[in-house]
């Protein structure tokens, strides 16, 4: 039934959907039906969403790792020097923790000269639905769209997630999930949504206000070197002693996420765009402290 109602919703075949235990059990289950343990490898062009690494980690398949270009986007010449080595290579548009959405066009060549497996992460791309690649598993067999239940839905803690892809992949990942990987409090609360799309479309219409209020701010507080742009329900700055400002945040109730110690995010903090009255706090305590 929930494949049913997303194939309506997205118009996309059933036969082309697979519904897991949110993205990160359909990260899992790709990388166990596709790469051999001990040896195959997974690139991962940084920085960007620390569960791939984990999955690999876990099921023994060596990562290979390469930079975005300055912008976050996908660099060709960093990632094409890889296509012979790499069985996947997964990226994230909406990329966290950046924000920014990936070239389609550079997705495109790496699809029309990599032979292996492109995993697109769309967890964050109701909040910029213009920039969906989804479109693209109609002409890439090679190419797998991930997306959740959890972002812009609002159900983080059902677990749910879903994969579009050729109808072989979906076939594959059938074979090797668990019998009853979705439970049935979960499938009702999902069908509930899908039959009610206005509460997520009102949901992400105040979340994008509350986004350009919350970087107006942001603009505006001395002391912040730099505001990265945002397709996402997040933003990525930088400050310094970022460490230290989200400790004293973190003091006063306030939880960011600190990325300084991720690739090329030196002093770089990323705050989710939160209800007016906590947007609010935030910047009146960052304010504070910088």
């Known amino acids: ?137 109609d002409k890439y067999p090679n190419i797998i769209i991930l997306r959740t239940f959890s972002k812009a839905w609002g159900l983080a803690g059902a677990r749910c997630g879903y994969a579009i892809a050729d109808s072989a992949v979906i076939d594959y990942l059938f074979k090797v999930k668990a019998p009853y990987n979705l439970n049935k409090l979960t499938e009702d609360i999902v069908k509930k949504n899908l039959r009610n799309k206005e509460i997520k479309n009102k949901f992400v219409e105040a979340v994008l206000t509350e986004r350009d209020h919350l970087l107006n701010g942001l603009k505006s507080t001395k002391g912040i070197k730099i505001i990265y742009h945002s397709d996402a329900n997040f933003i990525l700055f930088q400050c310094e002693d970022a460490s230290e400002v989200q400790k004293q945040l973190n003091q006063n109730g306030i939880v960011i996420r600190d990325r300084s110690t991720q690739h090329n995010l030196h002093n770089c903090l990323r705050v989710s765009v939160g209800t007016p009255f906590e947007n609010g706090r935030f910047l009146e305590e960052i304010g504070k402290i910088l």
């Open 1 to 137: 039934e929930v494949r049913h109602l997303l194939s309506e919703y997205l118009n996309v075949p059933s036969s082309n959907l697979f519904i897991g235990v949110g993205s990160d059990e359909i990260i899992d289950l790709l990388i166990r039906i596709f790469c051999e343990p001990g040896k195959d490898k997974c690139l991962i062009p940084e920085p960007t969403y620390g569960m791939y690494k984990v999955a690999c980690d876990i099921n023994n398949v060596e990562t290979i790792w390469c930079d975005l270009d300055k912008n976050f986007d996908i660099s060709i010449d960093n990632i094409s020097q890889y296509y012979n080595a790499a069985k996947i290579i997964f990226l994230c548009s909406p990329n966290n923790p950046t924000g920014n959405l990936l070239s389609i066009e550079k997705v495109e060549s790496i699809l029309n000269n990599f032979s292996g497996l492109v995993i697109i992460d769309e967890a964050y791309i109701d909040f910029c639905e213009s920039g969906s690649m989804y479109r693209l598993a």
